[in-house]
Structures are given as structure tokens and as C-alpha cells.
């Protein structure tokens, strides 16, 4: 019981309501500079990367803080292609039976012509204490993706907007983000991105992060955050109709955090 | 030079390629001398010049030097005396190797102009490049009678002087106060011969101001000679060196030859050093080694062996009774400062590289302690990997006796360190990897490790892991760090450039580091990050704008701390620089700057105590190459306010030729300084300068025997070369 309060209180004091934050291994090899994406993934990032999606796909992945367990943070994704435009279902669950945040997340997203893809969505948070019951609310989310050229993917997102909170008395806040960010990809192999990340009670957040396609099927990342400054590294491998990726982060005060997880079926390299 | 079918056909499409290129043909050569190009990578570095760039500054002055002497044949020189150009940024690591494999694959080069034919080399690559590459022919040398090897070469003659106009408290002459020994003027004199870059010998004499010339206070004349003789290139022996001589291997972590620019904003600059042995032809007074050095080539291996004892300058202390105690008379905790003479010089507290020698304290350190070095270096080629292996050693004798002070714990104390190291390097594909791990006596291991990646022909990665233990000890390294030597050091560097546009050239880097022990000024283990991104526009050919910021954290001790125990709070330096150059016509060219700096503490405990200083700093440059003239002018005028010393701002400045100033801007005022080049004759040029900065909220400036009682301090400088 200590020890679960503890970790309580760890989640707490380091502000781990990091769940509108890019999540997965390929965002965590990445440094989390991935709002201007297409990929399944796109869905804990920025809703309209899901636009570029034509089929039917599934992502599931989980990572955890400072190697305890405990603080683990598992994460599935669904994306369901149609005429109309592609529909994501995200769920995300963090903590464990004393101390659990939880969302769900209904997106739509669509292209407006070749350049533009607009994203939208309904996200669902619950957040249960053990002893103290649980709080609930209802927020959202939009995303912007923009190709001016074929190299280039500028991206926004802006989560929880309304600054929705978990209590009325402005105690439980949920963090409101904004991010900004460019994919830049001059070759099929390889790609370099870059975003700011504000939320509105922490410092800027500068990501930046390489994809580089070393080999058939298999691809290297590297990236940096900073506040705090945190080097990050991935590997991406295609087994067959299979995208496995294993991220870590490499944070100063936590330890390293590691992600790993498989997306199926696997992606075509970016264009 | 035999050439199979396809590679001939490869050769003449090489030759098309090259004729139909009219842009590059029609031009002259690039008229942007090599000076100017070596100005600007000086300018990028010195911005980051601690205590430590000033060395490397003078070690790039002499590769200038060697470069301006004779260009780097495309057919002759081996990687190692490209590295120079890796280093200033003005060649990638792997644009070099793709230079070395086409002149594997295609045979020797015909022409520079072949350069372009290379896929990684792009346009304004080759323009910088031009000047500096020749293509010789093989067995040039060999026929040369030794005669005309030895003596028929190119002679060079410095002769340089200069002085601060305003008295200095140390030249007064009174009676109450011992002042210098010398007069005011700083002068040097050096003379160079080059056969090529085959044999070189040449000595420089040096007498800093305050020091004596000749007369009771300096018997010897002056203060500081230096001497040298190279060869390379005679049958197995590939460098031999006799006098003063300077060694690097691998990343430095032994013996690094002063010349490693560490963080710079060519983001994918190389570390690895050039030749391993060099002539020394600089006038720092200790850094070096005189004696002699060979590398001698056996196919595949290489084995360079080199030997010095000399004198160096010691701060010596007298020891108390029982020299194992900790508890001796020191004079100084700051290895900068000076130490007072003892009447028992049986040990040292530290080796003063500050060369100067004005007054009877200083004189006696100088050369108070004997050092002899050596040591060997095996190393093996494969391909295009190389493994080195090093053994050295160093003596002194007199034992050193370092601060006891606890962030001082591991310095090198005693009267001998050993050294081990292994190196390593070489490409696979488009990633070029190299690491160093080296052992010193105690125990203590310093490793670094990196890959540069070219990952597209517009995007270079790199990125470079470091981790040097608290106990490792060096007195020659000069590796990739945060500090002055790799010590007490963990961290991780990530560099990235992209040019996504032919014109728009995006750097970045980011680096974070901790010290796993206490540190001067931190008393306890620290932390550190630093940021730059840059975004340069270059929309002619003559033009180019850049905007650069910097941002670095550094835990050290609070300020203004009135707690009995210190604690760490993050120093915050952020910068912001706009700058821009143009030539408007040949005869013309113009530099403006504005450049800010923020200065103060982050996580701070007590915001009220954040005390955030600005500094600002903007100038104006004007270089007039009259066409008809025998003479160029460069002028600039710069205005600073800074509000602390945190927040000075560096700033490079042309000067005579071969020697360079990046002063430093605090307080308020404003500098102006103007340099000439007077071509008198063929063979003789005059460069004069003059420069000056005034306060407008100082009365005085330095302090002690330095101290000016005016608010301006004015140098003049002239120097003579004469060529023959």
C-alpha cells in the first residue's frame, strides 16, 4: 500500500498526465516530433495524419517510466478508412489500480484537396484514485496537415482546446497543447522532423528527430527533446504484413524509458 | 594509368560533364582568397572560444599558413592533410572520402574541375574548394636535386610589432611600485622556408609586453624562441621532425595537437586530426614539444615514434616538512594564477600556459620545471578502416602538487603519467565511424565514440557519445568536450545539417552533458545542455544572411548565495545573432551584425534573486580591395552594451596576417579598428593596424599592473613580410 501510494504520488509530482503528448516506440525514437505524420500511429498525435490512411489498420504499443512497473502506459489504435473520409478509435490507459488515467478517442479526419488534411476529434478522460473515487470528462481535439511540396509536411495539432478539467475547482487540470511541427523527407528512405510543443503549464518543448531507412526493412531513429533534454533512439523492422518498432528515451532524471510495439499491416515507406 | 572500358567511358562523360558547365568554367577562380574563407570558419568557431579556442585559433593559423603555401594536391595528399578543411567546415567527412575513392576508381585526377563530378559535391563546395586543390604530377619532387630542395625553395620573413598606446600602471617607473621589467611592445619575428609542403624549417622569436629584450632583464634576447625542421615523403619516412614539433592521434585523448575546434556551428565538422605530427610555428611558450618525431610507413602499418624534454613554466611551491601531507603553502587555487617564488622548489602547483614573464614573480616560474615526453604510435590500415594503438609517456622533474581543494580530487598530481590508447575509425556505406578509448597511469578511461552519417546528399547526421571519467588525466588532449580537457565528463552530442534548398542551409546541434564530479564553481555533480539552430540564406552567390540562436544551461553554484552550503542552480546562456555579408563588387564587401545575449539563472529557488543580464552587440565592416591599387583596407565599427560579464559577446577581427583577435564586449561602448595590407613591392607587403575601444561607463580598464587610468585602450600593430 506505501509503495502504491508512492507511485501515486511519483505520477504526480512528475506530471505524468503525459497522454496528449505523441505516444508509441516510433514517436519515442522520434523524440515525439511526429505531428506531421501519416501513419496508423497518427492518432495519438494528430488526427489529421490519419487522412493518407486507405486501409484498415491496427497499432498497439506500451511504454514505461523510469522501468517501473506500474508506470506503464499501453495504447491501441484502430483506423477505419471510408468514402467520406477515415475514422480512428485510440484508447490509452496509464498507471495502474491506485492511480489510472484513462481515455478514449473518436477522430475523424479527411483531405481537402491534395495539400490539405483537416482532423478532429472527441476524446473521452478518466482518471480513478483508489479510495477516492474517480473524475470524468469530455474534451477534444483538431489537427491540420498542410503539404506545400512533396518533400515537405507542415502539421498542427491543438488538444483540449476548452482547457476541460477532471474538477471544477481548477485543481485537476488537463494539460492544453499546442503543437507545431514539418516532416521534411527528401528521399523514400529518409526523413527529419521537427516540432514545438506548448502546453499550457510547462515550458516550450523543442522535438526533433531523423528516420532513416538503413537498410530493407529496417530503419534507425534518432532524435532530442528538450525541458528536460532527453536524447531518443528507435528501430523500425517489416517482418512480412508487420511493423515492429522498439523506441527508448533516454531522460535525465528518469531512466530510460522504453516503448515498444507493432502496427499492422506494415506501412509503405513515405512518399 | 590503365582504365577499363567503363571507366573510360566514366572519365569522359567526367570530361563532358566538366566542359558543359559553363558556370564554373567561364568564372576565374574563385576571387575570395583563402584568407577571407578561413576568416569566416574563424568567425563561426570564435563565437565558442573559451580559454581553449585561442590555441586552436593559432593551430589553424599555421594549417592556413601551410595551405596558403602550397594548395592541397588532389593527387598527392594523403586524408590526413585534408582533415584541416573537414575541420573548418568547409569540406564533409564524407564528401572527402568520395574524393579519395574516385581517385581509387577513375585513377589520378585531371583537373580540380573534376571535383564536380563527384555526386556529394556541391556548387558552392567546389567554389571554396577551387583555390585550395591543385592536381599535380606524380614524382614531381623526386627529380629536384636536394640542393634546390633544401635552399631553392620560398623564404618567408615576419617581422611584427605592436603596442597599447595608453600607459599601463606596470611601465610606469616609480619607485613604490615594481613594475615590468620591459618596455610596452609585443614584438615577433619569424622566418619560414618551404619547399612545397616537402621540407620546411624556420624558428619565430617572441617578447611579449613588459617582458625584457636583451639588457639585464632578458640576457637571452627574447623571451621565447622556437625552431624547426621537417621533411616529408623520403622513401619509408612519411613525416621526420627535428626541434619544436606538435603531436595528435586519434580523437586527442592524449595528445591532441591543438587543434581541436569542439563545438561549432558547422554542425558536421570532422575531429579527427590531421597529419600526426606537425612543425610547431606558433608562440605559445609551453604546449608543445621539441625534440624529434617520425613516422615511418611499412604498407599497411604505420609506426610514429617521438621524443621531447624541455622546460615549461611551473608555479613552485615550497613543500612543507612532510610532502605527503595535503597541507602545503599554495599560492593559488586558479592553475591561472601566479605562483610565488620559494626558497625550496621542490614542487609545483600547477604549469601556467600564459607564457608571460614581466616581473620577478613571473620570471620565476618560467621554466622552473624540465619535462621529457615520449611515446609510439602504431597504426594499421585496411581499406578504408585504421586501428591505432598508442604508448606514451611523460616526466617531470619536480613532482606536481596540485589544489586540495575537492573538485581538484583527481587533477594529475606527482612527477609521471603514462598513457594507453586505442583508436579507431573508418566507412561503412555513407557513415563514417571513429572512437578513441584511452587509459592514463591512474586507472582513469576516457572514451568517445561517433558516427557521421550522409544520409542524402542534403541531409549529415551526426551524432558523438563521450564519457570520461573523473580520474582520467591529460595534459596534452584536446578532444570533444564541453571543458577544456575530457575529464569528469559524460554526454551525448547530435548534430544535424539540411539543406532542403540549394539556397537555405538549416544546422542544428544539441549536446548534453553531465559531470559526474564537482567541478570549479560547482560543488556538486552538475548537468548541462546546450542548443544552436541556424538557418542561413544565401541568395547570390555574394550574399548571405544568416540567423543563429543559442541556448545553453550549466548547473553550477547559486550567485549571491549567503547559505553556508552552496547549492546548484542553472546558469542560462541564450544568444541570438543576425548577420550579414555581401560583396557588392569585387572591390567591395560589407558585414553587418546585431547579436543579443540573455544571461542569468533558470531553476532558480528564489526567483527574486534571478538576476537576467542583456548584453548586445552590433557592427558594421567595410573591406575595399581598390582594383588599381596595391592595397585592401578593412574597417569596422562596433557598438556594445553589455550588462555583465555573463552576457559579453565574442566577436572575430581581421588582423595582420596569420594572427587573429576575438576580443571580448562588456560594459558599454563602442571599438573601431582599421587593417591595411600595403603591397610595397612584390615581395614585400606592410600590414599596419589600429584599433581602439572606448567606455562610456568604465573610468578605468584592467587592473593591477595592466590597469589603464583612462576609459579607451588603443593598439597599434604593423607588420613587414618579406618574401623571397
Redesign the interface.
Known amino acids: 500500500m506505501k509503495h502504491s501510494i508512492a507511485l501515486a504520488l511519483l505520477c504526480f509530482s512528475l506530471g505524468s498526465r503525459a497522454q496528449p503528448e505523441a505516444f508509441g516506440p516510433r514517436a519515442t525514437g522520434l523524440a515525439g516530433a511526429v505531428v506531421a505524420d501519416n501513419s496508423p500511429w497518427a492518432g495519438f498525435a494528430n488526427p489529421a495524419g490519419l487522412a493518407a490512411i486507405d486501409r484498415f489498420s491496427a497499432a498497439l504499443a506500451v511504454d514505461r517510466r523510469a522501468w517501473l512497473p506500474g508506470l506503464e502506459t499501453f495504447g491501441a489504435g484502430l483506423t477505419l478508412p471510408a468514402e467520406f473520409g477515415c475514422i480512428g478509435l485510440i484508447f490509452r490507459q496509464f498507471g495502474y489500480s491506485f492511480y489510472r488515467e484513462q481515455s478514449a478517442s473518436l477522430l475523424f479526419a479527411r483531405r481537402f484537396g491534395p495539400q490539405w488534411s483537416i482532423g478532429i476529434g472527441l476524446d473521452y478522460l478518466r482518471l480513478s484514485l483508489a479510495d477516492y473515487g474517480r473524475r470524468q470528462t469530455i474534451t477534444g481535439q483538431a489537427g491540420l496537415l498542410y503539404q506545400p511540396f512533396n518533400q515537405l509536411t507542415v502539421g498542427m495539432r491543438i488538444y483540449n482546446p476548452f482547457q476541460a478539467a477532471l474538477s471544477e475547482d481548477g485543481q485537476e487540470n488537463w494539460p492544453t497543447l499546442f503543437s507545431l511541427g514539418a516532416s521534411y523527407a527528401p528521399a523514400q528512405n529518409l526523413s527529419v522532423k521537427t516540432q514545438v510543443d506548448k502546453s499550457l503549464e510547462g515550458p516550450l518543448r523543442v522535438r526533433c528527430g531523423l528516420d532513416y531507412e538503413v537498410m530493407e526493412s529496417l530503419r534507425l531513429r534518432v532524435g532530442f527533446s528538450t525541458e528536460p533534454a532527453t536524447p531518443q533512439a528507435g528501430i523500425g523492422y517489416r517482418l512480412k504484413a508487420l511493423d515492429l518498432d522498439l523506441g527508448a528515451g533516454f531522460h535525465p532524471y528518469l531512466g530510460v524509458i522504453p516503448a515498444v510495439g507493432f502496427c499492422w499491416p506494415a506501412q509503405k515507406p513515405e512518399p | 594509368m590503365r582504365l577499363s572500358v567503363p571507366d573510360c567511358w566514366q572519365r569522359g562523360f567526367a570530361l563532358f560533364a566538366l566542359l558543359s558547365f559553363h558556370n564554373l568554367c567561364a568564372q576565374p577562380a574563385p576571387s575570395e582568397s583563402i584568407e577571407q574563407m578561413f576568416n569566416q570558419s574563424l568567425d563561426q568557431a570564435a563565437e565558442f572560444s573559451d580559454a581553449v579556442a585561442e590555441s586552436a585559433l593559432d593551430a589553424l593559423s599555421q594549417i592556413l599558413d601551410q595551405l596558403a603555401q602550397q594548395p592541397l594536391d588532389l593527387n598527392r595528399n594523403e586524408a590526413a592533410d585534408w582533415q584541416p578543411l573537414v575541420l573548418a567546415g568547409l569540406l564533409s567527412e564524407s564528401q572527402l572520402e568520395e574524393l579519395f575513392n574516385h581517385r581509387h576508381r577513375y585513377g589520378l585526377y585531371l583537373s580540380p574541375y573534376e571535383l564536380q563530378t563527384l555526386p556529394r559535391m556541391d556548387l558552392a563546395t567546389l567554389r571554396q574548394l577551387l583555390p585550395l586543390v591543385t592536381v599535380g604530377r606524380a614524382a614531381e619532387h623526386s627529380t629536384t636535386p636536394w640542393s634546390r630542395q633544401w635552399f631553392g625553395g620560398d623564404n618567408q620573413l615576419f617581422l611584427r610589432a605592436s603596442t597599447v598606446l595608453e600607459p599601463q600602471a606596470g611601465f610606469r617607473n616609480s619607485d613604490s611600485l615594481p613594475g615590468y621589467a620591459g618596455d610596452r611592445s609585443k614584438l615577433y619575428l619569424r622566418y619560414q622556408y618551404n619547399f612545397g609542403n616537402r621540407i620546411r624549417y624556420g624558428f619565430t622569436a617572441e617578447k611579449d609586453p613588459g617582458e625584457g629584450l636583451f639588457g639585464p632583464a632578458q640576457r637571452t634576447g627574447f623571451d621565447f624562441y622556437s625552431g624547426h625542421i621537417y621533411v616529408r615523403d623520403v622513401g619509408v619516412v612519411k613525416d621526420l621532425c627535428f626541434g619544436d614539433y606538435e603531436v595528435g592521434f586519434g580523437q586527442g585523448l592524449v595528445w591532441g595537437a591543438g587543434f581541436g575546434l569542439r563545438k561549432n556551428a558547422a554542425v558536421i565538422g570532422g575531429l579527427r586530426a590531421g597529419r600526426p605530427i606537425g612543425a610547431y610555428t606558433s608562440v605559445g611558450e609551453n604546449r608543445f614539444l621539441r625534440g624529434a618525431a617520425a613516422r615511418i610507413g611499412l604498407g599497411t602499418l604505420e609506426l610514429t615514434v617521438f621524443a621531447s624534454h624541455k622546460a615549461v613554466d611551473a608555479n613552485v611551491v615550497a613543500l612543507e616538512n612532510n610532502p605527503d601531507s595535503l597541507g602545503m603553502s599554495e599560492t593559488g587555487t586558479d592553475p591561472e594564477s601566479i605562483g610565488a617564488g620559494a626558497e625550496s622548489p621542490d614542487g609545483v602547483s600547477a604549469f601556467p600556459d600564459d607564457g608571460l614573464h614581466r616581473t620577478e614573480t613571473e620570471w620565476a616560474k618560467k621554466d622552473a620545471a624540465r619535462e621529457t615526453a615520449f611515446g609510439a604510435h602504431l597504426l594499421l590500415r585496411r581499406s578504408n578502416w585504421k586501428l591505432g594503438l598508442l604508448a606514451s609517456h611523460l616526466r617531470y622533474n619536480t613532482f606536481l602538487e596540485p589544489s586540495d581543494q575537492l573538485y581538484a580530487q583527481y587533477n594529475f598530481s606527482g612527477n609521471q603519467l603514462s598513457h594507453a590508447s586505442l583508436h579507431g575509425s573508418g566507412t561503412w556505406r555513407n557513415l563514417s565511424f571513429f572512437g578513441e578509448a584511452a587509459l592514463s597511469q591512474n586507472g582513469g578511461l576516457a572514451a568517445v565514440a561517433g558516427v557521421m552519417?550522409s544520409?542524402?546528399?542534403?541531409?549529415d547526421?551526426s551524432?558523438i557519445s563521450r564519457r570520461y571519467a573523473p580520474q582520467y588525466q591529460s595534459l596534452y588532449a584536446s578532444a570533444f568536450a564541453e571543458q577544456s580537457s575530457p575529464r569528469n565528463e559524460h554526454g551525448?552530442y547530435?548534430g544535424?545539417r539540411?539543406r532542403?534548398f540549394s539556397r537555405i542551409t538549416l544546422d542544428?546541434y544539441?549536446d548534453?552533458y553531465?559531470h559526474p564530479w564537482l567541478r570549479f564553481g560547482a560543488d556538486a555533480p552538475s548537468?548541462g545542455?546546450d542548443?544552436l539552430a541556424q538557418l542561413a540564406y544565401a541568395p547570390s552567390r555574394n550574399t548571405l544572411l544568416y540567423l543563429r540562436a543559442r541556448h545553453e544551461v550549466k548547473e553550477e553554484n547559486a550567485p549571491a548565495n549567503e547559505a553556508a552550503l552552496d547549492y546548484l542552480t542553472g546558469q542560462r546562456r541564450s544568444s541570438l545573432r543576425l548577420n550579414l555579408s555581401a560583396r557588392l563588387s569585387p572591390q567591395l564587401r560589407l558585414q553587418s551584425r546585431i547579436e543579443a545575449v540573455w544571461a542569468g539563472t533558470v531553476q532558480q529557488p528564489f526567483p527574486e534573486r534571478d538576476t537576467t543580464t542583456t548584453g548586445l552587440l552590433l557592427f558594421q565592416d567595410l573591406q575595399w580591395t581598390p582594383a588599381r591599387l596595391p592595397l585592401s583596407l578593412t574597417v569596422r565599427y562596433a557598438l556594445f552594451d553589455a550588462q555583465s560579464f555573463d552576457a559579453r559577446l565574442y566577436a572575430f577581427e581581421n588582423d595582420v596576417l596569420y594572427s587573429f583577435s576575438v576580443p571580448f564586449f562588456q560594459d558599454r561602448g563602442s571599438r573601431y579598428y582599421a587593417v591595411t595590407r600595403i603591397r610595397l613591392a612584390r615581395w614585400l607587403d606592410l600590414y599596419l593596424r589600429y584599433a581602439r575601444t572606448s567606455y562610456q561607463n568604465r573610468e578605468n580598464i584592467g587592473s593591477g599592473l595592466d590597469l589603464i587610468e583612462a576609459p579607451h585602450k588603443s593598439e597599434v600593430k604593423a607588420m613587414l613580410r618579406v618574401k623571397w
Request: glycine letters at 0%; charged letters at 15%.
Open positions: 552519417a544520409l542524402h546528399p542534403r541531409v547526421l551524432v551525448i547530435f544535424l539540411v532542403p542544428a544539441a548534453a553531465t548537468r545542455r542548443y
